[in-house]
């Protein structure tokens, strides 16, 4: 099932007016990891310190909400046919 979701990792989307890229699945939920193609951020590391100068990263989980759907971002980047298929997997 999540070879599915792993073939997608490189494919970009345009999320609230930023370019983003799927760069990472995380098989546990599973997520999404995207980073935006923006100007770099102060990353902070455990203890609130600023450590160094990255890009913005999301993660979202590949269900809405109410957990009975896609997310909106991941049905963006498939067709009707593999969003049935994933849907059917996932629930």
């Given at each position: 099932?999540?070879?599915?979701?792993?073939?997608?990792?490189g494919?970009?989307i345009?999320?609230?007016?930023q370019?983003?890229?799927?760069?990472e699945?995380?098989?546990n939920?599973?997520?999404l990891v995207?980073q935006?193609?923006?100007?770099?951020?102060?990353?902070?590391?455990?203890?609130g310190?600023a450590n160094r100068k990255?890009?913005?990263t999301?993660t979202i989980?590949?269900l809405?909400?109410q957990?009975?759907?896609?997310h909106?971002?991941l049905?963006?980047?498939?067709?009707e046919?593999?969003q049935?298929t994933?849907?059917?997997?996932?629930?």
């Amino acid at each position: 099932m999540y070879s599915q979701l792993h073939n997608l990792i490189g494919r970009q989307i345009t999320h609230d007016n930023q370019l983003c890229t799927l760069i990472e699945v995380i098989d546990n939920g599973p997520r999404l990891v995207f980073q935006c193609q923006t100007e770099k951020r102060i990353q902070c590391d455990q203890h609130g310190n600023a450590n160094r100068k990255c890009l913005p990263t999301h993660t979202i989980h590949c269900l809405n909400e109410q957990g009975d759907a896609l997310h909106p971002v991941l049905m963006e980047l498939l067709d009707e046919k593999q969003q049935a298929t994933l849907l059917k997997q996932l629930l």
